[in-house]
């Protein structure tokens, strides 16, 4: 009799290995590796087997392009963050912190395509019929083409989808679903993989539009095995406090469009819907306070003007504070060692806090000149009039240098009354705000 074969599988990532180990090699995870059985160990070789075609090599020149056909989800934001809008046979995975607002946004848009002819199912594992009945009820989102399914039986859904035509199907949530066919519990690594290979497959055949939700971790990324994020079309994460009114849903995966469009959505009392005039939510201009600072970031090919606030303040402790919100920790020591040596302002002995405004991340470099002025405004107790704007990218040898699309942000200022900007390079193109060129740190001083 031939001895069976032992197989180990990481609950994080999905490796699988002949011999059991302590830590994964290829997520670092402790203690995340579980032996199979042999049923399972048929079910992982059968989706890997049946996720590979044979195929014959052809010439990139012979392939017949595909065109790409979108339906409007009739949510501005949510198009934008697509590419344009929703392609039928995709399979988009949504994930965000509990209470910030998934399930609401995919109710109402569902109720939105279903208010234009289309079939909708929203599957519900979590909830209750009644329960989704309740907030429909509240987002105004009854309508005569969406169905609603709670189960949590993979076999069941797939009767479901046999029995009905449906162009649009939403799961709430994917670590609830599993399936009789395999032995391990919901949520984990064969349970996820299995379940999402059968919608991709659905999907792709069907040409059914498929929208997951995801749990996620304290860390803020997707629950469950890495393998889910890589066997979807389109990855889509919510950011924002639940006690915040904007929310922000950025795509970080998408292979029909662009990856760097963002949608913002205002929780309102009927749901979570597109947000109007964000220009002016992200900033006060009535008040004029020391340690405040404007400054322009491109979030896609959207300009939006963020308000970086600075607090310095006398430590009483040996080791001064630095602390960030919405942006780089190590990068604020970095300027804050960059003030210390080429404009000689004594921070050692000061705990310093940056904020930004509206829960945005500032991810790219052009805010670096508004965090040196927040700083030197708040540690001189000095206000900066805010019709006065700092784009640049500051150096470690104190240069300031230019950023990208800085015609488009003196643009959204304009937009925005501001008549005063203090950039690395003079624009290209003719404007009416007066923008001074500062290429060094210490030019920074004459400002003040």
């Not at 344009?84 to 607002?101: A, E, F, K, M, R």
């Not at 004594?346 to 790219?364: H, M």
């Not at 107790?381 to 470690?396: C, H, W």
């Not at 501001?418 to 690395?424: D, G, N, R």
């Amino acid at each position: 009799m031939a001895k069976q074969k032992v197989l180990f599988e990481c609950q994080h990532c999905g490796l699988t290995t002949p011999k059991w180990m302590g830590k994964c090699t290829n997520c670092g995870a402790w203690d995340s590796f579980i032996e199979l059985s042999q049923h399972q160990q048929e079910v992982v070789k059968q989706t890997k087997s049946s996720s590979s075609k044979s195929a014959k090599a052809q010439s990139i020149k012979d392939i017949i392009e595909e065109e790409v056909f979108r339906f409007s989800s009739l949510d501005t934001e949510l198009d934008n963050v697509l590419g344009g809008g929703i392609v039928p046979g995709s399979l988009t995975l949504i994930g965000g912190s509990p209470g910030v607002g998934k399930s609401t946004l995919l109710l109402k848009v569902g109720s939105n395509i279903a208010s234009s002819g289309k079939s909708v199912l929203y599957l519900t594992g979590e909830e209750s019929a009644g329960q989704i009945k309740l907030r429909a009820n509240r987002l105004g989102a009854n309508q005569e083409n969406l169905y609603l399914l709670s189960e949590i039986r993979l076999e069941q859904i797939l009767v479901e989808l046999e029995e009905r035509r449906y162009d649009f199907l939403i799961i709430d949530s994917i670590q609830t679903i599993y399936s009789d066919s395999i032995s391990s519990a919901p949520g984990s690594v064969t349970q996820v993989r299995q379940i999402t290979f059968e919608l991709m497959r659905i999907a792709k055949e069907r040409d059914i539009a498929i929208f997951i939700i995801g749990h996620i971790t304290k860390e803020g990324s997707i629950a469950g095995p890495r393998v889910l994020e890589h066997m979807v079309d389109t990855v889509l994460y919510f950011e924002g406090d639940s006690s915040q009114e904007l929310r922000i849903l950025r795509g970080f995966k998408n292979r029909f469009g662009p990856t760097s469009e963002i949608g913002v959505f205002e929780m309102r009392a009927d749901g979570l819907v597109s947000a109007t005039d964000i220009a002016s939510r992200f900033f006060n201009r009535n008040s004029q306070q020391s340690g405040s600072a404007l400054t322009v970031i491109m979030e896609g090919s959207r300009p939006i003007i963020l308000e970086v606030q600075a607090l310095v303040s006398e430590s009483h402790t040996a080791n001064s504070k630095r602390q960030a919100t919405g942006f780089d920790t190590n990068r604020l020591n970095m300027l804050l060692a960059l003030l210390e040596r080429k404009l000689e302002i004594p921070l050692s002995g000061y705990d310093v806090f940056i904020n930004v405004t509206g829960g945005i991340k500032i991810t790219e470099t052009a805010a670096d000149l508004a965090v040196l002025a927040a700083i030197i405004s708040s540690f001189r107790d000095r206000a900066i009039s805010k019709e006065t704007i700092f784009i640049g990218e500051v150096s470690l040898v104190g240069d300031v240098r230019e950023v990208y699309a800085l015609d488009t942000r003196l643009k959204e200022a304009k937009m925005q009354n501001i008549t005063k900007a203090l950039v690395s390079k003079k624009p290209l193109e003719k404007t009416t705000i007066k923008t001074f060129v500062v290429d060094e740190v210490t030019k920074l001083l004459e400002w003040y």
